[in-house]
């Protein structure tokens, strides 16, 4: 427990657990096997740095092995600690399974702050970290692939990955030990904006529910929607972009760790970014009002709020304050079980994390599947595919005389590459996996919330694979 009698991460993800499986009717044995986390490793290791040797301390927390490999970001932060981890690992078992993806739970950290290091430096920690966990197979192609997570992303996942194959030299599936690659070390298209991405999908899906954004008190499309962003990290910076770009979304405000940007008129988030990647911090950008990192922004009216940074932000002391409608959890476990309750009877509604950020795992399951098969996806068919339309428009304007419009024939015949296929699959993951929690949502009276609904779908999937199991 913390101020305001606030449960930690793990006893809210618990909580939130445990709303769900009274709900449902499953012998109490299996409720406990999915619940509990099955191992934690801790490992402390010392890395000779600046002359002197400092010692790091790294988890890696397998939550359930029903299906494997189990999957699971890493995190680079000094707040990481072994309840975090075991809390995130329980998440992805729940998020796997809701977005059907054949993997288990697993979360990493690291107990560090990268922005101390320098590159190569972190190139050092990094592979004596992946060191210690290969040689544990907590990392491996078959049994515990790891992915970017909260202060890592592509150039981690490649030092990860080459460590893994420098101690295995003759595993031909290697680069499948680890996704989030750039693509020049084994990546997938698409991979580094999928989360985002995901969250675009999300919102776009719902919103081709009127019910359930009258639910929210909203109506209309996303067109004009006024969001309010936490963290432009990552998952952040890419659903604000895609969203206010793509969508028509107004980013009247955005949230960082060392200042405010609040613009009624709308952010433009590209520009933002580029002055948080030069200047580290909001002060001086001119497109818009720069506000004190703790001004209580995500307190202000908006339609939709996302915090993509950090959890718990959301909690028993500012829950009541929350004037947005629609919360979509792009990070992971942003608003605790107590808040989660206010929130409820508040009518907001909220868009739970194991679906709403699952576009991560969902395309890291792709990055592994092609690493198996050692091929890019759409390499065989696409040129075949692009013949077969032109063949057929040039049929019809011959037939008909008429000629189709150079864009729409150009857009029509164009075979799907890996980028194409990527986001095809991402949208048909995003939109089955909100039809699966609405369906629950919607039947059941005792249903009251997206989040016990999701909770409900992944729970059965697991249980129904342990039973299967025989165990
Ligand atoms: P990131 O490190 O790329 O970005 C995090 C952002 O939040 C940074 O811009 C950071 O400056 C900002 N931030 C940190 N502390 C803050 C604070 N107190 N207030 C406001 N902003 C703050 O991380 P990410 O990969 O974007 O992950 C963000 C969240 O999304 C995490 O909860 C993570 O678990 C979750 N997530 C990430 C992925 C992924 O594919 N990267 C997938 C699923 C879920």
Known sequence: MSRHNEMSFRESTGIMFNRAVKLMDLPPGVVEKIRVCNA???????????????????????????????????????????DEVEALAALMTYKCALVDTPFGGSKGGL??????WDEHEMEQITRRFTYELVKRDLID????????????????MAWISDQYARMNTTDINARACVTGKPINAGGIRGRVEATGRGVQYALREIFRHPEDIRAAGLDGTLDGKRVIVQGLGNVGYHAAKFLSEEDGCRIIGVLEYNGCIRNPDGINIEDLKQHLILHGSPEGFAGGTILPADAP????NCDILIPAALEGVINLENADRIAARMI???????????ADRILQKKGVVVIPDMYANAGGVTVSYFEWVKNLSHIRFGRLQRRQEEESH?????????????AFDQDFKRRYIQGAGELELVRSGLDDT????????????????DVGDLRTAAYLVSIGKVAASYQAKGI
């Open 40 to 82: 934690t490793y801790t490992v402390r290791f010392g890395v000779r740095l600046r002359g002197d040797i400092h010692t790091f301390t790294g988890y890696r927390s397998v939550h359930s092995e029903h299906m494997e490999p189990v999957k699971g970001g890493i995190r680079y932060a000094l707040s990481v600690n072994q």
């Open 111 to 116: 107990r560090i702050d990268p922005r101390e």
């Open 141 to 156: 192609p078959a049994q515990n692939v790891p992915a970017p997570d909260l202060g890592t992303g592509e150039r981690e």
């Open 297 to 300: 922004l995500m307190e202000e």
């Open 328 to 338: 979509v959890e792009a990070a992971n476990g942003p608003v605790t079980s107590g």
């Open 390 to 402: 032109r063949i057929l428009i040039e049929e019809m304007e011959r037939m008909t005389g008429q």
């Open 430 to 445: 995003m939109r089955g996996a909100y039809q699966d929690m609405r369906e629950v949502w919607h039947a059941r009276d």
